[in-house]
């Protein structure tokens, strides 16, 4: 799957400024709107790799019932 451009360049300003928060507040603006699971997922990822520079994110979930992730 392929980000919009506007996601691509909206993640590079928010770098480009060096401002972290700011992915922070995105995200949670994202995840606020009505932005499918998947796109708010891959908006994660995809801004905690550029804000940490790392080459890979991963999300796990927990399942409290079998106390495993």
């Known amino acids: 799957m392929t980000l919009p451009t506007?996601?691509?360049n909206l993640n590079r300003k928010i770098l480009?400024?060096?401002q972290p928060q700011s992915a922070v507040?995105?995200?949670?603006?994202?995840?606020?709107?009505?932005?499918?699971l998947a796109?708010?997922?891959t908006q994660a990822v995809t801004l905690i790799a550029q804000v940490l520079?790392?080459?890979y994110?991963?999300?796990?979930t927990f399942d409290?019932?079998?106390k495993t992730i």
């Open 6 to 8: 506007s996601f691509k």
């Open 16 to 18: 480009d400024e060096g």
């Open 25 to 36: 507040i995105r995200l949670g603006q994202l995840a606020l709107s009505d932005i499918a």
């Open 39 to 41: 796109d708010l997922m």
């Open 53 to 55: 520079a790392v080459d």
């Open 57 to 60: 994110v991963s999300i796990w």
């Open 64 to 66: 409290a019932q079998k």
